[in-house]
């Protein structure tokens, strides 16, 4: 249940904070006020497509908070659970906020815990069920009836669907194999040929899996003792393997301070210490030039090298691939020219999968179609009733359900007849109605009014309401095209759905406004040279007023009072 909404910078709404009532709260205000707007809002709120639109012109950001009693609501808490939050007391409430910047940044959170618009909206679907102003069109639209039924037959459906849509997937894949491999010799000669070709280029060259990486490496090393080489023999010579090099320039100086020796012994000295120093560089000369063991490559290696990187790399440009990739499409390759070469075991193989798949998938979907049956008549029987109570005492409601057309495509495959499957199964549904007495059954979107099609649209939810596990239904118009005692009759249908789901609904029909339990007001006024939305909680005297306006215009009469009193005390004391 929706406890309370806070929007900011919405359209032309600049701030509003609402408190809701438990049962049915009734919207009311003039045309364009903003009564759709707070609709919008909440579907929002709990998932629905955000927009920059909606940012109130001059505002940064727009901003939407609400309120939700959980109500021990056990599918709402699973799901929470699957997203990762976690509810210590049903009794808790749960806090949603949306924020959507003119960046397009979009925060969400709910309960301080940041989520995305996918669990928003999974969140959602068990908050509220929104009912737009022009959503009984759906009735006019066929393809949408089985997706009405099965929503009444959903707790029924929900865990068979499940296994049907594994089950089909599996079905569906095979179906495309099996049709994107139907043979074609000529074809597949063409193919095989071009298979070959490249099998026979990609097994020539005996890819090895991280070779071109390794022979970048080994080229790289080779390159280095290329350089180390040089510099290692410059060395060498510089310290003791050429003439005029360190170690001959110091034998000259030791000669020369022995020859001083003679004539003093200081020298000796030097040359003692000298001696030790060329024992040094001897030993340094010898680390230097066995530091690094560093084969000696010839051209010829370094030739076969760079020959072999270039062929890979010549052919990773050609197809597109990496070395993993192409060895990876090798094998791709072997096993589709074994595919050409031996067709018709390949095809005999996917053929008897396919069948079995749709062996299993039809039986589940057969399950399924017996359920819709089922449901079928309960709902028919459900919706007369409801109907009745709408003033529409010899309406007759009608479910036909229809099985799928033959899959032509596997006739060439399958002597027997199969049929074309799809993500709901086996089943085409079309309401049909008899809204007269004496008329022949036709489908609902050929005979129903604008004012017939709100009392089927209104039977049907509050049938689902029954069903759904939302707590919160919200109606924007769906009295559309009604008056008098029909319009009574939808009051007290809304009234009645308020007992045990909280009820929103936007209305300009004063029978369904008495029947509320809170009504508010909603109006502009000019503001600063803006345009800006208000809330007020109507006093049950205001309510008389607003009552008696809506059934009379903006002069009322003591007349026009009394009935609206007289309105709101019937509905109230039911």
Known sequence: MLISLRIENFAIIDQVSIDFSERMTVLSGETGAGKSIIIDAIGILCGGRGSTDFIRKGSQNLFIEGLFSLQKNEKLLLQLEEIGI?????????????????????????????????????????????????????????????????????????????????????????????????????????????????????????????????????????????????????????????EGSVDQQIERVLYLLQTLGRLEDQYLSFAERLSGFQIDLKELSREIAFSLDIPDYDDQVIDAIQKRLSQLEKVQKKYGRTIEDLISYQLELAKEIDQIKNFENYQKQTQDAFLKAYQETYYLAHKISVLRQEAAKKITSEVEDQLKELYMPYTEFQVKISQVEEDSSMRSFFPETLLRLNETGLDQVEFYAVTNLGEESQPLARIASGGELSRFMLALKTIFARNQAVETLIFDEIDTGVSGRVASAIASKMAKIGQTKQVLCITHLAQVAAAANQQLIISKEINQERTITQVDYLTEEERVAMIASMMSGEVQSDSSLQVAQDLLTSYQNN
């Open 86 to 242: 976690k509810i210590e007391d049903p009794e808790d409430a749960l806090l949603i906020q949306r924020e959507i910047h003119k960046s397009g940044r979009n925060v969400i959170k709910v309960n301080q815990r940041p989520v995305n618009v996918t669990m928003l909206k999974q969140i959602g679907r068990y908050l509220v069920d929104i009912h737009g102003q022009n959503e009984h069109q759906a009735l006019l639209d066929s393809s949408r009836h089985l997706e009405l039924l099965d929503l009444y037959a959903t707790e029924s459906l929900e865990v068979i669907k499940e296994e049907y849509q594994v089950s089909f997937a599996l079905y569906r894949d095979l179906r495309q194999t099996l049709l994107s491999k139907k043979f074609d010799e000529q074809e597949a000669l063409q193919r095989l040929n071009f298979l070959e070709f490249q099998f026979e280029e990609l097994n020539s060259l005996d890819l090895v899996a991280d070779e071109d990486q390794e022979l970048l490496q080994q080229s790289k090393k080779m390159q280095n003792a290329q350089v180390m080489n040089q510099h290692l023999s410059e060395i060498n010579q510089l310290m003791t393997d050429q």
